[in-house]
């Protein structure tokens, strides 16, 4: 059975999800790239700044 | 030279549909009928990998509809096409979820197989032209 970290399993979400999105929403390879890059950043910083968020909430 | 009224012409012959319903049927396949082959290829190894990842992390395949939740998790997992079928025949993924990697696997099996609806319906759009 396979059991990664949360934030392991954030990443993992976030590379795959970022691939579609940025193959299927962009045209050029070009803005695919920046477009996959944005989502993933994206999916990944807000899920750490929400598990900030919830920490100091849960203090 | 083709003009667009050429390449509407020609993006419109044959069965539209064929890249789409393929498309859903197996991972990437939609984009490797069309020729894209780069494309394909990354689709299928993300939607692939999303997938398998989820039923090692012992996620949960939906198999009813009891509740609305439950309708729309089969409905995220239909969107795998053969996948969502070989699995359900070979018994993989859990039934109940025991473990907290197996809740997050449930996610990863039903967004595998909304990104595959969305893979589906970006070959169909190559297909009829309306991308490029």
């Known amino acids: 059975m396979f059991r990664p970290s949360h934030f392991a399993a954030v990443v993992l979400f976030a590379l795959f999800a ?28 807000s899920a750490i700044v929400l598990s900030w968020l919830m920490f100091l909430i849960a203090r | 030279m083709a003009t667009t009224q050429d390449k509407k012409t020609e993006a419109g012959s044959g069965f539209v549909y064929l ?9 990437g396949a939609g984009h490797f009928l069309l020729r894209k082959w780069g494309r394909g290829a990354l689709l299928a190894a ?11 992390m ?10 609305i939740l439950d309708f729309l998790g089969l409905a995220g ?34 967004v595998a197989g909304l990104l595959n609806v969305i893979a589906a319906v970006d070959a169909h759009n190559l297909r009829t032209g309306r991308k490029a």
Request: aromatic share 14%; charged share 15%.
């Open chain 2, 58 to 67: 012992q996620g949960k395949l939906y198999a009813g509809a009891h509740d």
């Open chain 2, 46 to 56: 993300s939607i692939l990998g999303m997938f398998s990842i989820g039923i090692a």
């Open chain 1, 18 to 45: 970022s691939v579609v999105f940025g193959i299927t929403m962009r045209e050029t390879p070009r803005r695919m790239v920046r477009y996959g890059l944005y989502c993933f950043v994206l999916f990944v910083g």
């Open chain 2, 77 to 110: 997992d239909l969107g795998n096409g053969l996948l969502y079928v070989v699995s359900r025949a070979a018994g993989w993924g859990a039934d109940q979820v025991t473990v907290t990697t197996g809740d997050y696997g449930t996610r990863f099996l039903v």
């Open chain 2, 19 to 27: 890249p789409l319903i393929v498309g859903w049927l197996v991972p």
